[in-house]
């Protein structure tokens, strides 16, 4: 589903990557960690088509950047960190239907399920600004949700979460995972993804520094500044989180 190969990337004189390469199959999940600035966000940009790699090839269902970026853009549902920047309706509604044709009654029902799977259809009329933070994030998962994308990409998604919220979160991803809808997920608190990521993958100062299951990676996390789970510190394994 994904494949990098030997990627370089630059901002205006900011280098971020000097050659990673790696590959996910369709259907898992791919937790993506690391230290601030690592190149997590950067990397799911990269992966939604929406920066070019300066080198290298990166590869998402068969297509390839650079050169075909716009259908990478069309089958990945990019999630950012600041909802504020991503949601475009006037209300809950509109913006879940974005870009639906209002005569498209399975594409509206769709709209209403997943509203009310987010407990967001009582919100339906209401403006996009009463919303609070983590319904905003929600909001955002659900519309790109409704565009039914190949591939999920999450930037942060329990961050400022209360802990119904984060439950919320976590019964989301783990109904994606068992769609087998392949998601990569970048997060600092690796606690509430412990038990659902497949694959891990740690960044630091833009390399590619430890891959693979949680098993592989967890010993590794402190070296590269990012905290175990407590279950794992504690000799218990991988717990799943409540
Ligand atoms: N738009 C931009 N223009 C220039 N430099 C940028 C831009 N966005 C990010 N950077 C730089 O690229 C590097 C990687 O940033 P990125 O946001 O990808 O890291 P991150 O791991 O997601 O960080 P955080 O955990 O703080 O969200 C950092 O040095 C950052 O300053």
Redesign the pocket.
């Known amino acids: 589903m994904i494949h990098l190969a030997d990627i370089h990337f630059t ?2 004189r ?1 280098k ?1 990557f000097q050659g990673i390469s790696l590959r996910l199959e369709r259907g898992l999940t791919l937790a993506l960690v ?10 799911l940009s990269l992966l939604a088509g929406l920066y070019v790699p300066d080198t290298g090839c990166l590869s998402v269902a068969g297509y390839a950047s650079p050169g075909q970026e716009k259908a990478i853009r069309l089958l990945s549902g990019l999630v950012v960190q600041d909802a504020d920047l991503q949601i475009l309706g006037a209300t809950v509604g509109e913006d879940l239907c974005l870009g639906l044709d209002p005569e498209d009654a399975v594409g509206m029902a769709e709209a209403r399920r997943l509203a009310a799977s987010f407990y967001l259809e009582e919100l339906w009329e209401e403006p996009v600004q009463v919303l609070s933070w983590g319904q905003k994030r929600k909001l955002c998962i659900a519309a790109a949700l409704r565009r039914k994308p190949k591939l999920l990409l999450l930037d942060e998604p329990f961050s400022g979460l209360d802990y119904p919220g984060m439950r919320e979160m976590r019964s989301v991803l783990l109904a994606n995972k068992a769609a087998k809808l392949t998601q990569v997920i ?1 997060a ?1 608190d690796i606690e509430p993804l412990a038990d659902i990521a497949d694959l891990w993958a740690v ?1 630091e100062k ?1 390399r590619l520094v430890a891959w693979g299951t949680a098993a592989e990676v967890f010993p590794l996390l402190a070296g590269h500044h990012v905290r175990p789970p407590c279950s794992w510190q504690a000799g218990l394994g991988v717990r799943p989180w409540e």
């Open positions: 901002y205006d900011t971020v690391g230290a601030n600035g690592s190149g997590k966000s950067t990397l970048s600092h960044l833009g």
